[in-house]
């Protein structure tokens, strides 16, 4: 059996952000019923925390199988802030094998940095739909790099974007992100922050996109019937708030509480797993409920830490595409 190749370029002309939304509302369902099965990924640090090797990366291994696709996949990838930007290449490196999952032939082979860009924003707007009915919001957004492009061109996917207020320490990336993303807010209405505590103080739902290792988002900033997504590899909101949250909510229990916003207090065993109250699939799949947070007047923390299965649902619907399409080549690597 041929293995299709598909560079960047062509994932890039098969999909579209509305196509990713759709796959991943679709996979946290899968997530939540039991037909889309996902391990924990495995983290290999190149320098990110560790003292050696001093490459100042990671590289994660994270399989996947997607029941609605039959097909089961592997992405491999990291982000590096050392040689890589000196080198003016983008923050994620990522690759993604496909294999049919009756035979385990492999069927693709593609870029999968694009489609992690792409489904990283989508997870936080299709979690959304699910903690509030507002449809007519107002974005906070702390980072305006790539995923604070992303994270914005999802949520207009589903909701009226009316403002953005956004915060990133560089003002020439707030400028660029204000001018590359008017078109998908109302009237262009982006407001550059001075100040970070500014984010928060109109948002119905705030998104951290950062590479911060500070606690920044603070707990009084958070008030009733906001959503908080710290989507960082590190923690970027502060203690305080994560253990005032009314309800936590993530897209993986056991990944999250070794990376991300949780990992710090349950190392320190402060935090368990049973201080979850659901994961987004359960939420999706009508497996727990959640009144929404303009009713509820609570303040959620919810956590999509990124997985494997988001990768390989939207890698397989690329690969169907391509295959309809004659795109990329094909190899017999047997």
């Not at 579209?16 to 509302?25: A, F, G, Y």
């Not at 992100?177 to 505590?197: M, Q, R």
């Amino acid at each position: 059996m041929k293995t299709r190749l598909l560079s960047q370029d062509m994932i890039k002309s098969l999909i579209t952000m509305k196509d990713v939304v759709d796959v991943v509302e679709k996979t946290y369902h899968g997530m939540g019923e039991g037909t889309v099965i996902n391990p924990a990924k495995v983290n290999l640090d190149l320098g990110e925390t560790a003292e050696y090797p001093p490459y100042k990366g990671f590289m994660n291994a994270m399989p996947a199988f997607i029941g609605f696709e039959d097909i089961a996949g592997l992405k491999w990838a990291g982000g590096n802030l050392g040689m890589r930007p000196l080198m003016d290449l983008p923050y994620v490196s990522a690759l993604l094998m496909l294999v049919d999952a009756p035979t385990l032939q492999f069927i693709g082979v593609m870029d999968s940095a694009h489609i992690t860009n792409l489904r990283t924003g989508a997870q936080s707007a299709v979690a959304s739909c699910y903690l509030t009915k507002k449809r007519n919001i107002t974005l906070g957004l702390y980072g305006a790099g790539m995923q604070g492009h992303t994270q914005t061109m999802a949520f207009a996917e589903r909701f009226t974007l009316n403002k953005v207020v956004v915060y990133d320490v560089f003002p020439a990336a707030s400028e660029k992100y204000k001018a590359d993303c008017a078109h998908l807010v109302k009237d262009g209405n982006i407001v550059i922050a001075k100040t970070p505590e500014e984010v928060c103080k109109d948002a119905d739902i705030i998104v951290c996109v950062t590479q911060s290792k500070d606690k920044y988002v603070k707990d009084e900033w958070i008030k009733p019937g906001q959503i908080l997504f710290p989507m960082g590899s590190y923690q970027e909101c502060e203690d305080k708030f994560i253990k005032n949250a009314d309800k936590i909510i993530v897209d993986h229990i056991e990944q999250c509480m070794h990376r991300g916003a949780l990992s710090g207090l349950y190392e320190k065993g402060e935090l368990k797993e049973s201080d979850v109250y659901a994961t987004i699939g359960e939420v999706v799949a009508n497996k727990k409920s959640v009144v929404p947070v303009e009713e509820s007047h609570e303040r959620i923390l919810c956590l999509p830490i990124g997985t494997g299965s988001m990768d390989v649902a939207v890698g397989g619907i690329v690969l169907e595409r391509a295959k309809e399409k004659g795109v990329g080549g094909e190899y017999e690597f047997v």
